[in-house]
């Protein structure tokens, strides 16, 4: 991948080239590029897979992309796709494949994996998992006192938790009709709040859970679970004149998905009530897989399948267009001229549609998780910077809470729009239908007017009277907008492609491993040191003066 030499991008001879032509555009504000340039909605927008990418609100021209292009060939991005969608080893501190996209491959693909085809144990990862949620969807699944389940509780954080939060929301309008009703709830927080929440609620008669863990070793999700069995095993196992066995109740109860079935096993999870995936499969990747049991419950398995068809779509095009033609690689390359060139290092999403409500928090982990790194793949720090702070709610609530500072504050920030076109087609009643699509067209207007706005500041107003200093907007923060033709299971995998995608391709020009995450195991270790000081099992006196102020605070608040 990158660097098919050792050179650091920042050595690359398109990379001076860039940084000189910045300087020529530095102070060029986005209203002069309009002016000058009317067409740029034709030259800066693309089509692809149910998306429209709208990348003409950034501040670049034509010989901007030129040189992004010949940046991105000297960094050998062309050769690192082949080598992530053909299996390589591109994880190079696990030293392992990042084959998510083999999760969504058809099942007549074939993919060669180090002499072994994965198609097929894809495929029947997936038919596993249709078979737990046929017999969930038919009410065949019945809990420890015999009563059909109609709870499913996901016991997950981090990328076992986010990307299934995520599309059950986005796509909770595509449930199949005539199912046995079952619904899905996540509870992630090690605190235990959510998941006190459910158990408050819940008939455990009717409840399982599902432990969804790579790993099977976040401490996070076992004190979820361990909770949850607790919860369990007092409700159930002497429910009724005839005892329940603890057996039963954490079969009928449970199930796991992980990357390691011994540990599964170990936990108590039954075999058959196992569904498995591969290391080979990032966790913030995984929800193309079994990790996704939760998007098939809500919207079933054929929708799941639309799901992995419109990502491997995306995949498609990532693999066979040009450069020019690439939404993932457009998209990287407008993320690296505003980090690297223009220094901006603050970057916001933005959905104008509320089922997208999770979908920040989502990228949030699969960005910054993968691209917050600050050593080359070959372990040398770097002078560059690289993933930019990334965080976004849904625009017209950030309309009413943080926009303030992107019309008017003092950083700049380049912002991600994304917005449906067709909204509503299905509301059965034509009244509620009709304020429904007005009520759509408000959004997509705020939308629309908010990417102008911050385009060309209080130039987009027509009265152009004087304004007093506090009222004046100076415009000129970038922005991209992705349109989706309808948020559809298929449209929806094709974004998170994009995005994903987008993200490898930064990491190849930034020469980092966007696949591992070893900033966030020393977190976990000291957490581990301090529990134990917590729990008076360690030495206070190791401790510097704030953190044992700290806990002395909470063994003074145990006491009182
Ligand atoms: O699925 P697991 O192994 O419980 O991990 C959960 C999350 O924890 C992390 O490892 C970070 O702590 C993420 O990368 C991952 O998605």
Redesign the pocket.
């Known amino acids: 991948m990158a660097s098919a030499s050792s050179a650091t991008p920042d050595t690359l001879p398109a990379w001076q080239t860039l940084k000189h032509h910045a300087e020529t555009l530095q102070h060029v504000h986005l209203k002069t590029l309009f002016g000058t340039e009317p067409s740029r909605w034709e030259s800066f927008t693309r089509q692809v897979a149910g998306l429209t990418l709208d990348l003409s609100k950034q501040r670049w021209d034509d010989d901007t992309l030129e040189h992004l292009f010949t940046l991105a060939s000297e960094a050998g991005v062309p050769s690192a796709i082949e080598a992530l969608l053909s299996g390589k080893r591109v994880n190079v501190s696990e030293n392992r494949p990042a084959l998510h996209t083999a999760l969504r491959l058809p099942d007549d693909a074939t993919l060669e994996v180090e002499g072994e085809d994965i198609v097929a144990a894809v495929h029947e990862s997936l038919a596993q998992m249709e078979r737990l949620v046929s017999r969930l969807h038919a009410g065949q699944w019945r809990g420890a006192t015999g009563k059909p389940i109609r709870h499913v509780v996901n016991l997950?954080?981090?990328?076992?938790?986010?990307g299934p939060l995520m599309v059950t929301h986005a796509l909770a309008d595509f449930r199949p009709k005539d199912i046995h009703p079952v619904e899905v709830h996540f509870a992630s927080t090690m605190d235990g709040s959510q998941l006190a929440d459910y158990l408050s609620r819940l008939n455990p008669e009717t409840t399982i859970f599902v432990l969804?863990?790579?790993?099977?070793?976040?401490i996070?999700?076992l004190s979820n679970a361990n909770t949850a069995r607790e919860w369990l095993l007092s409700r159930l196992t002497q429910h009724g004149a005839t005892p329940i066995s603890a057996e039963l109740v954490v079969r009928q109860h449970f199930i796991g998905v992980?990357?390691s079935p011994e540990k599964m096993t170990e936990w108590g999870i039954a075999d058959d009530h196992q569904l498995t995936f591969w290391e080979w499969v990032?966790?913030?990747y995984?929800l193309w897989g079994t990790?996704g049991l939760p998007i098939a419950l809500v919207v079933g398995m054929a929708n799941f399948r639309e799901f992995l068809a419109g990502a491997h779509a995306m995949d498609r095009h990532f693999a066979e267009a040009e450069m020019a033609e690439n939404l993932p690689v457009l998209l990287a390359l407008a993320g690296i001229w505003n980090v690297n060139f223009l220094d901006i290092r603050a970057h916001s999403i933005l959905p104008y549609d509320g089922r997208l409500e999770y979908f920040a928090a989502y990228l949030e982990?699969l960005e910054m998780?993968s691209n917050g790194k600050s050593v080359t793949r070959q372990g040398q720090p770097i002078n560059y910077s690289t993933c930019p702070v990334l965080w976004g709610q849904l625009g017209p609530n950030a309309q009413h809470a943080f926009y303030q500072l992107l019309h008017q504050g003092t950083q700049p920030v380049v912002c991600d729009f994304i917005a449906p076109l067709k909204r509503y087609d299905e509301v059965e009643d034509p009244d509620t239908r009709r304020h429904l699509k007005t009520q759509h067209r408000l959004a997509l207007a705020n939308c629309f007017a908010q990417s102008r706005v911050l385009m060309l500041g209080d130039d987009a107003l027509e009265d152009d009277g004087p304004r007093p200093e506090h009222k004046r907007y100076r415009g000129n923060q970038p922005s991209t907008t992705v349109l989706l033709d309808q948020l559809t299971p298929a449209t929806l995998g094709s974004l998170i492609a994009l995005y994903e995608h987008k993200v490898f391709v930064q990491a190849v020009i930034w020469d980092i491993n966007p696949f591992d995450?070893w900033g966030?195991?020393l977190?976990?270790q000291i957490a581990t040191d301090t529990q134990k000081i917590i729990d008076h099992e360690g030495d206070l006196s190791r401790m510097d003066a704030s953190s044992k102020g700290l806990i002395e605070a909470f063994w003074a608040s145990e006491q009182e």
Not at 156 to 162: A, E, F, I, T
Not at 212 to 218: H, Y
């Open positions: 997950g954080v981090g990328g076992s938790d986010l969804s863990s790579k790993s099977f070793t976040t996070d999700t992980s990357a990032g966790g913030r995984s990790i982990q998780e995450q966030v195991e977190g976990k």
